[in-house]
């Protein structure tokens, strides 16, 4: 096992002074630690996931403490975050696969009094809604035994929305409070701890109403939407809407709705929209879900892989491609890697949630390693990920995903 490193102070300090002032100027960020006491010894933050700005704002909002954070092996791919991650002493682990060696190098943190940020999601949220966790989350947390401190970011998903590349310059908040003492752990079950957190980074235990956060300028807002908003609510086919500016539309039917910069959805007249992108993808969800049933046909498509690339930093390598199948029982992959002859198959079980990006690939977390899929038409790419998860709640022998906020799974 690699040793894990302590985040580099002066790094921490030079970002801190750096980015920390930009983030005030251009994101009026505000961060309240009203319900915040420095932890002295070991902790765990963890935060909802709804924006790559999120290991930054969650990290600056404990400093001066030090957080390791726990990342997606796929990071530590590339360069430079290759060598910037390790200096930053951030944990890889693949996304919903078991594996023992993350939760060693959590407890030599803690350990030596560090502090570990935990994305229980495993994943940045598609419609800006908190997705739900793995239950074995709650587990892992009781076993640790030292307070946990949740963190709550509210505006990180409409400055910098999953389906579009870059930033836009709004408002953003971060909440920083005790959850659980170490005293409160003990008394608690796996089931109660996992629903604190549920409540917590949902935002639903909250006493105040809910304030939308926008963004400053309201230019191209829906650029992208169309890469995960793929079904059209009113004729009901998919892969029909674009985007123009601030409006997504469909070309079949010519159904249409305009984001607001609060990311807020209007219909034009004799059109039918979901209030939010969140409304909408969860109706799409439903949609999906509604099409399932046990005698169905697996669904198909030629798909390329990648794998990572043998030489460090050197990403993700094409290593192959054949069909992949995905019907009740599981994903099946026939076809070629690395020249030969290759059959894969994962177990709908073993497969809780779909990582996907938009019009690239979708990934699947197995046997200690990960694989990205590329269909032909790479629009398709949502689809796929949705289905999968679609599959795994209508079809898992025992949902091992808390459900999230409203995501549709369970009432189609």
């Known amino acids: 096992m690699k040793k894990v490193r302590r985040p580099n102070g002066f790094l921490y300090f030079l970002v801190y002074i750096l980015i920390y002032p930009l983030l005030k100027l251009f994101f009026r960020l505000k961060v309240d630690r009203s319900n915040y006491k420095r932890p002295t010894g070991p902790f765990i933050v963890v935060s909802n996931h709804s924006s790559y700005l999120d290991f930054l704002l969650a990290m600056l909002a404990v400093y001066p403490r030090r957080l390791n954070a726990v990342a997606a092996q796929k990071f530590f791919l590339y360069r430079p975050l290759d060598k910037l991650l390790p200096m930053m002493g951030a944990i890889p682990k693949n996304l919903f696969d078991p594996d023992i060696r993350p939760i060693r190098r959590i407890k030599t943190v803690l350990k030596r009094d560090g502090g570990i940020l935990l994305f229980p999601e495993g994943r940045c949220s598609v419609d800006g809604a908190y997705t739900?966790?793995?239950?074995?989350?709650?587990?892992?947390?009781?076993?640790?035994?030292?307070?946990?401190?949740?963190?709550?970011?509210?505006?990180?998903?409409?400055?910098?929305?999953?389906?579009?590349?870059?930033?836009?310059?709004?408002?953003?908040?971060?909440?920083?409070?005790?959850?659980?003492?170490?005293?409160?752990?003990?008394?608690?079950?796996?089931?109660?701890?996992?629903?604190?957190?549920?409540?917590?980074l949902s935002g639903m235990d909250a006493d105040v109403p809910h304030k939308p956060f926008g963004t400053f300028r309201s230019k191209n807002l829906t650029e992208g939407l169309q890469n995960i908003l793929y079904w059209c609510p009113k004729c009901g086919q998919e892969f029909?809407?674009?985007?123009?500016?601030?409006?997504?539309?469909?070309?079949?039917?010519?159904?249409?709705?305009?984001?607001?910069?609060?990311?807020?959805?209007?219909?034009?007249?004799?059109?039918?929209?979901?209030?939010?992108?969140?409304?909408?993808?969860?109706?799409?969800?439903?949609?999906?879900?509604?099409?399932?049933?046990?005698?169905?046909?697996?669904?198909?498509?030629?798909?390329?892989?990648?794998?990572?690339?043998?030489?460090?930093?050197?990403?993700?390598?094409?290593?192959?491609?054949?069909?992949?199948?995905?019907?009740?029982?599981?994903?099946?992959?026939?076809?070629?890697?690395?020249?030969?002859?290759?059959?894969?198959?994962?177990?709908?079980?073993?497969?809780?949630?779909?990582?996907?990006?938009?019009?690239?690939?979708?990934?699947?977390?197995?046997?200690?390693?990960?694989?990205?899929?590329?269909?032909?038409?790479?629009?398709?790419?949502a689809r796929y990920a949705t289905l999968g998860e679609c599959m795994y709640w209508r079809f898992a022998s025992r949902a091992q995903m808390t459900p999230g906020y409203d995501g549709g799974f369970n009432d189609a």
């Open 132 to 200: 739900g966790m793995h239950k074995a989350t709650g587990k892992l947390i009781k076993n640790l035994g030292v307070p946990v401190i949740s963190c709550h970011i509210e505006g990180g998903f409409v400055c910098m929305p999953f389906w579009r590349k870059g930033v836009r310059f709004g408002r953003l908040k971060v909440n920083l409070a005790g959850l659980c003492s170490a005293e409160d752990l003990k008394a608690l079950s796996v089931d109660e701890i996992n629903a604190k957190i549920d409540a917590r």
């Open 240 to 381: 029909k809407n674009v985007s123009e500016g601030n409006k997504i539309r469909c070309t079949a039917c010519g159904n249409m709705a305009e984001m607001d910069r609060f990311a807020r959805l209007t219909a034009a007249q004799d059109s039918i929209a979901p209030e939010s992108v969140h409304v909408w993808y969860r109706e799409q969800v439903r949609h999906e879900m509604r099409k399932l049933n046990e005698d169905m046909k697996p669904i198909s498509a030629y798909v390329t892989v990648r794998q990572p690339a043998k030489k460090t930093g050197g990403g993700m390598d094409q290593c192959g491609g054949g069909r992949l199948s995905l019907g009740p029982d599981g994903w099946r992959f026939d076809g070629d890697l690395y020249g030969e002859r290759t059959t894969l198959f994962f177990p709908i079980d073993t497969v809780p949630a779909v990582p996907f990006d938009s019009e690239d690939n979708f990934q699947i977390y197995a046997h200690g390693s990960f694989f990205m899929f590329t269909p032909e038409d790479a629009r398709e790419c």
